[in-house]
C-alpha cells in the first residue's frame, strides 16, 4: 500500500503600508491575484494573510503584534509618503531592517533628484537591508510577474527554515 501525506500549505503574512485607500486595495489585489494558484518547486500551495495599514507607525505595529505572537512577516510593501510615519523611517527602524527573513519592497512616485531620493539611496545601500529591500519608482518595471516571483522566493525561504519534512504554518 503506498501512503500519502499530504503537505499543509505555506501561509505568508504580508504587511501593505499605504496611506491612500484605493492604492492599498489596488496592492492588495495584486497580491491576491499573484497567489492564484501560486505553488513552491516542490508543488506546496501558497497562501497568504494580507494586512492594510494606513501609515508606517500602523504598519509597524502590526508586524510587532504579528512577532509577539510568533507570525513572520514575510512581505511588507509600502509607499514612501505616508502621515504618522514614512516608509524611510519604517524601513529603518530596526525591527525590519535587521530581519532578513522579511523581503521590503517600496513603491513610491517620488522624484529621482529629491531629498526623498536620496534617502532611498541611502537604504539601498545599508548593508543590514542589502538582501532584502528593493525600491520601485513609478514606471521603473514593479511588474506583477515580479510580485509572483518574491512570493513564491519567500514560501521556498520559509521552506528551507522549517523543521524537515514539515512545512511551518503561522
Do not use: W
Given at each position: ?29 495584486t ?48 509607499d ?25 519592497i ?65
Open positions: 500500500m503506498v501512503s500519502f501525506t499530504k503537505t499543509q500549505p505555506i501561509t505568508l503574512h504580508i504587511v501593505i503600508a499605504e496611506d491612500e485607500a484605493f492604492q492599498r486595495a489596488t496592492i492588495h489585489e497580491v491576491n491575484r499573484a497567489l492564484l494558484l501560486l505553488k513552491t518547486k516542490d508543488g506546496i500551495e501558497i497562501r497568504a494573510v494580507v494586512y492594510e495599514c494606513e501609515n508606517g507607525q500602523l504598519a509597524l505595529e502590526k508586524i510587532k503584534e504579528l512577532r509577539s505572537h510568533g507570525h513572520r512577516v514575510s512581505l511588507l510593501l509600502t514612501y509618503e505616508m502621515p504618522e510615519m514614512d516608509g524611510f523611517s519604517l524601513v529603518n527602524n530596526t525591527a525590519i531592517k535587521h530581519d532578513k527573513n522579511c523581503q521590503v517600496m513603491i513610491s512616485a517620488i522624484p529621482n533628484e529629491s531629498a526623498e531620493h536620496n534617502k532611498v539611496a541611502q537604504l539601498e545601500n545599508d548593508e543590514a537591508l542589502a538582501s532584502h529591500f528593493e525600491f520601485h519608482g513609478k514606471g521603473d518595471g514593479f511588474s506583477f510577474r515580479h510580485l509572483k516571483e518574491v512570493l513564491r522566493a519567500s514560501s521556498e525561504a520559509r521552506l528551507d527554515t522549517s523543521p524537515r519534512g514539515h512545512s511551518s504554518r503561522f
